[in-house]
């Protein structure tokens, strides 16, 4: 497709081993003045494009943001990932986001297209697509390497100048991590009419040139919610449902701040869903643990990181049934409504705040009401809205 990077041939494992050690410890590193200017160095220096496509990418005309009319969906895992099966209700993100996608523009206006593992032909097969399927906008996850090669999404932004003028969204999980910000920045070098979409929080150290829309947190499709709603997990409502809980995965940092609320008397039940340590329960058991528990926390930090950003579960905490306690109030709020979750600054507001409503219920119980109501207005399409509003602007 392209020439092959010198790199990728002669350094394969150091980038790989770099990338993952500057992500394990970016709590760390993100502490270091000047860190971010300095990795963003290390990063090009691992990781380099080709100056000539990237000043052919200069000539290409740089349009306004478009409303979307037809949508491709480039889904990076297999249709029976370790995400989930292809299916309502399974836990599978790009599921969700595909059958979300459904719902709002309609079918005829929504394609999809998997990349499989394995595929070295992966970048032809997805420049096909668009060439037949003539798409106003290409999402993909641009975090994700198909078959982990590292230059792979650079040399495909690098093509797609050659013949579509769309826009390409790079879906970003996690923009807290430096490395998935360079490398959109990189891939913007290529192909102009990139935008990135971060989830977690607003991606304030990409370079300004690069547009870039969130929070918006993934979605959770109507099909699903329906499923859900209709599975035994749901239905077996334990008869005592006044349990504080936390539902996610237990990071060193989380795990930290969660011993400082149980020495503090905080009773906290840690993923009540799982039945051992290695188990991976089901979508179904863990969206039935969060709503099935008296209060949910949402601790808002990632692996120690100075920023804090929004989780998936402020939208799920009172989508499932539940009131959601947070230690973050502005992003959070953009989801749901201050007057719709409990925000808590430390394990002694925490304390007081958790006792509060347990002494009034029919305040709690406005509350939960309020954030469910508002969940599941938005639960579909507050992922589409937020990437609309780039054009609107």
Do not use: C
Request: aromatic share 12%; hydrophobic share 40%.
């Amino acid at each position: 497709m392209s020439k092959e990077s010198p790199t990728t041939s002669r350094l394969p494992g150091m980038v790989q081993r770099v990338g993952a050690w500057t992500n394990h410890n970016m709590g760390a590193i993100a502490k270091v003045p000047g860190a971010f200017s300095l990795f963003r160095v290390i990063y090009n220096l691992l990781y380099p494009v080709s100056k000539a496509e990237v000043e052919f990418a200069k000539t290409l005309p740089r349009r306004q943001s478009a409303e979307i009319e037809r949508l491709l969906i480039v889904n990076p895992q297999s249709w029976h990932s370790s995400l989930g099966t292809w299916k309502p209700a399974a836990g599978n993100y790009f599921f969700e986001i595909w059958q979300s996608a459904v719902e709002r523009y309609g079918s005829g206006n929504v394609v999809l297209h998997e990349i499989e593992p394995g595929d070295v032909e992966w970048q032809k097969k997805v420049l096909d697509v668009i060439r037949e399927s003539k798409p106003s906008h290409v999402l993909f996850q641009g975090e994700e390497d198909p078959n982990g090669d590292p230059f792979a999404l650079t040399a495909f932004a690098a093509a797609l100048g050659k013949f579509w003028d769309g826009q390409l969204i790079f879906l970003m999980y996690d923009s807290v991590y430096w490395w998935h910000i360079f490398k959109a920045e990189n891939i913007a070098r290529l192909y102009p009419q990139t935008s990135v979409h971060a989830i977690d929080r607003f991606p304030r150290e990409i370079r300004h040139v690069l547009r870039k829309t969130g929070p918006g947190v993934l979605p959770t499709s109507k099909k699903t919610l329906a499923v859900l709603k209709r599975s035994a997990a749901w239905k077996a409502v334990p008869l005592e449902a006044t349990q504080l809980t936390f539902v996610g995965s237990l990071y060193p940092d989380r795990i930290k701040q969660l011993k400082k609320f149980s020495d503090f008397g905080i009773d906290i039940e840690v993923n009540p869903h799982r039945v051992g340590r290695a188990d991976r329960p089901t979508y179904e058991e863990y969206s039935a643990a969060i709503g099935h528990s008296w209060g949910t926390i949402n601790l808002s930090r990632n692996h120690g990181m100075p920023s804090k950003h929004v989780k998936t579960r402020v939208l799920e905490a009172p989508l499932f049934g539940t009131v959601l306690f947070s230690d973050e109030k502005r992003l959070s709020s953009i989801i749901i409504p201050e007057d719709s979750f409990v925000y808590f600054r430390n394990k002694r507001d925490l304390a007081r705040k958790v006792a509060y409503y347990r002494s009034h219920s029919q305040e709690y119980e406005a509350l939960k009401s309020r954030g469910q109501a508002r969940a599941n207005s938005i639960t579909g399409s507050i992922f589409w809205t937020v990437i609309e509003a780039d054009a609107r602007s």
